[in-house]
T-cell receptor
Framework: DGGITQSPKYLFRKEGQNVTLSCEQN?????MYWYRQDPGQGLRLIYY???????QKGDIAEGYSVSREKKESFPLTVTSAQKNPTAFYLC??????????????FGPGTRLTVT | SQQGEEDPQALSIQEGENATMNCSYK?????LQWYRQNSGRGLVHLIL?????REKHSGRLRVTLDTSKKSSSLLITASRAADTASYFC????????????????FGQGTILTVHP
């Protein structure tokens, strides 16, 4: 059953703590993305990775970090430097180089609440 | 920065009616895509239209693209209560094949409510 998974679905943390959100895909996609969505808003790109061991900052990278050690995995760490971390986080993947299409496949999201 | 601007922000219709959502963007694109999001869930890809295409159909969906006006519309015909969701347009920059090819810029979405 191919797809992209995110865990956990809900996450609660105290202010000042770092937290890591998981994203795994078994679609053999080269590219992976992290987005943040605030209530009633569109998606804003945090980080993306086109290939293993390489990633680039998106539009709102401050206070976040990522790694891409394996093709299947792209974890996102929300650090204590992120001023307003409470949001819905979405991970996506695509394979534009091999499929010729940059259609993105999304995970179910993680809702992070920091108090 | 948000490239896509969607209109209307919210749309409420009766089952069986058609729903039209519009998207405008600012810079040249390689393609434009529409996605659907049910409340609290991930996005699902609906349809992609390339910059050299003017109209595309998929089931009850019809998408148009006017590159001279930098705008697109999504028409859902004979709507159903199950179509209730948020709909987002997303644009891919014109640098096709470059490192930014996979990146999409999303609009803020239209919330569609279809009443049974």
């Amino acid at each position: 059953d191919g797809g992209i998974t995110q865990s956990p679905k809900y996450l609660f943390r105290k202010e000042g703590q770092n937290v890591t959100l998981s994203c795994e895909q078994n679609l053999n996609h080269d590219a992976m993305y992290w987005y943040r969505q605030d209530p009633g808003q569109g998606l804003r790109l945090i980080y993306y990775s086109q290939i293993v061991n390489d990633f680039q900052k998106g539009d709102i990278a401050e206070g976040y970090s990522v790694s891409r050690e394996k093709k299947e995995s792209f974890p996102l760490t929300v650090t204590s430097a992120q001023k307003n971390p409470t949001a819905f986080y979405l991970c996506a993947s695509s394979s534009p180089a091999t499929s010729g299409s940059n259609e993105q496949y999304f995970g179910p999201g993680t809702r992070l609440t920091v108090t | 920065s948000q490239q896509g601007e969607e209109d209307p922000q919210a749309l409420s219709i009766q089952e069986g009616e058609n729903a039209t959502m519009n998207c405008s963007y600012k810079t040249s694109i390689n393609n434009l895509q529409w996605y659907r999001q049910n409340s609290g869930r991930g996005l699902v890809h609906l349809i992609l239209i390339r910059s050299n295409e003017r109209e595309k159909h998929s089931g009850r969906l019809r998408v148009t693209l006017d590159t001279s006006k930098k705008s697109s519309s999504l028409l859902i015909t004979a709507s159903r209560a199950a179509d209730t969701a948020s709909y987002f347009c997303a644009t891919a920059g014109a640098n096709a094949g470059g490192t930014s090819y996979g990146k999409l810029t999303f609009g803020q979405g239209t919330i569609l409510t279809v009443h049974p």
